[in-house]
C-alpha cells in the first residue's frame, strides 16, 4: 500500500493582507519577503504549480525562472549584468583576478552562461538599479499565454477551491 500526500492551500485560510500581497507580487512577477515570509512561501508554491515567469528578490540579487525568458530579454539582462560587472570590478578591482577571490567571477559566469542557456539563474548584482531594471525587463516580456496563467493564479487565490501544488509518496 502506497502513502501519497498532497500539499494544498486553502485560500479560504489566507488573510486578506496576504492575499492583497500574493496578487500584486503575481501581477508584477517579482516575489518578494524573506526566507520565512508566508506569503513568500504561498507564492514560491502558486509559482511552480502554475509555472509562472517570476523573479525573487534577495538583499543582493535575484533569482531568475529563466525557462520562459525570450532572447531579446535575455540579451538585455546580459547587457545589465555585464555592466553591474564592471562597475562592481572599477570600485573592486581586487575581486577579478584568479586568486583568493574568485568567487565572485566564477559566480558571474556561471549566471552569464545559466542565462544564455535558459536555465534558473541566481544574478548577483551589486546595484539596487540594476536589479530594478532587470526585474521590470522581465515584467515587460511575459507573453499572453503567460499572462493566462498568472490570471488562473490569481483567481484561484481569490476563489473557495483548495489549490493543490503537489503529491508525493512511495
Known amino acids: 500500500m502506497a502513502?501519497?500526500?498532497?500539499?494544498?492551500?486553502?485560500?479560504?485560510?489566507?488573510?486578506l493582507r496576504i492575499k492583497n500581497k500574493?496578487?500584486?507580487?503575481?501581477?508584477?512577477?517579482?516575489?518578494?519577503?524573506?526566507?520565512?515570509?508566508?506569503?513568500?512561501?504561498?507564492?514560491?508554491?502558486?509559482?511552480?504549480?502554475f509555472?509562472?515567469?517570476?523573479?525573487?528578490?534577495?538583499?543582493?540579487?535575484?533569482?531568475?525562472?529563466?525557462?520562459?525568458?525570450?532572447?531579446?530579454?535575455?540579451?538585455?539582462?546580459?547587457?545589465?549584468?555585464?555592466?553591474?560587472w564592471t562597475a562592481f570590478i572599477l570600485e573592486h578591482p581586487e575581486y577579478n583576478n584568479r586568486g583568493h577571490h574568485n568567487w565572485y567571477r566564477q559566480h558571474y559566469d556561471n549566471a552569464v552562461n545559466a542565462i544564455k542557456c535558459g536555465?534558473?539563474?541566481?544574478?548577483?548584482?551589486?546595484?539596487?538599479?540594476?536589479?530594478k531594471m532587470v526585474t521590470d525587463v522581465l515584467a515587460s516580456a511575459i507573453t499572453d499565454a503567460q499572462r493566462d496563467r498568472?490570471?488562473?493564479a490569481v483567481d484561484a487565490v481569490n476563489g473557495t477551491e483548495l489549490i493543490h501544488c503537489f503529491a508525493y509518496g512511495e
Not at 24 to 49: E, N
Not at 56 to 69: E, F, L, M, P, Q
Not at 119 to 131: F, G, N, P, S, V
Open 51 to 84: 509555472n509562472l515567469p517570476t523573479t525573487h528578490a534577495t538583499w543582493r540579487g535575484i533569482y531568475v525562472r529563466n525557462d520562459s525568458v525570450h532572447e531579446q530579454a535575455k540579451q538585455t539582462i546580459l547587457s545589465y549584468l555585464e555592466a553591474d
Open 119 to 131: 536555465e534558473t539563474a541566481y544574478l548577483d548584482i551589486h546595484d539596487k538599479h540594476y536589479r
Open 3 to 15: 502513502v501519497v500526500t498532497t500539499v494544498s492551500i486553502d485560500p479560504t485560510k489566507i488573510t
Open 22 to 49: 500574493l496578487v500584486r507580487w503575481l501581477h508584477d512577477g517579482h516575489l518578494a519577503g524573506g526566507y520565512q515570509s508566508h506569503a513568500r512561501k504561498i507564492g514560491d508554491l502558486l509559482v511552480d504549480k
Open 150 to 152: 498568472i490570471q488562473q
